[in-house]
């Protein structure tokens, strides 16, 4: 694969000069630093935060700020796991904004999870398992309306806490 570097020019000129010393081409110098960096353990600073991107860099490319959250040290380089990624956390931020919960419900004799924004609902016998498993759902359904570009449906449940006469 070919690429193109912004390298300070100061900072190119040494390394060409000591490659050139060493009788390596400044190819196989940058392999061999991108290698060992790869393999090295992970920098104890924390990576950039979308904060720290200009104005016009998020104008340019507003995805920045969501792969940022999305990668995580460590993982594959392989771009469809990278589009994946990143596709689940736009799913998990937006899935957010819908209103989900669990319930038990007589009738059934289980638990009911719903989000009645996008899905009807998913039961099981374990409350913690089956919200767990409303969230991978909602997730997939926001991912499906993102890959076949339909507009994510209007947010219109909302929490409402009840209110006891005493």
């Known amino acids: 694969m070919k690429a193109t570097l912004d390298i300070p020019d100061d900072l190119y000129r040494r390394v060409k000069a000591r ?54 040290p460590r993982m594959s380089h392989d771009m469809d796991e990278i589009r994946a990624s990143v596709a689940k956390g736009w799913a998990a931020e937006a899935a957010d904004q819908y209103h989900k919960w669990v319930e038990w419900s007589d009738e059934d004799q289980t638990y009911i999870g719903k989000c009645p924004d996008l899905i009807t609902g998913i039961h099981g016998d374990d409350p913690v398992r089956v919200y767990a498993d409303l969230c991978e759902v909602v997730e997939d359904v926001l991912c499906h309306f993102e890959e076949t570009g339909k507009p994510l449906p209007t947010c219109r449940t909302r929490p409402m806490m009840e209110i006891a006469d005493v």
């Open 19 to 72: 490659s050139a010393m060493e009788g390596r081409p400044v190819r196989s110098v940058a392999v061999q630093l991108f290698q060992h960096w790869l393999d090295g353990p992970p920098t104890p600073e924390t990576p950039p935060s979308a904060a720290e991107l200009t104005e016009a860099e998020l104008a340019a490319a507003p995805w920045l700020a969501i792969t940022r959250r999305a990668i995580k």
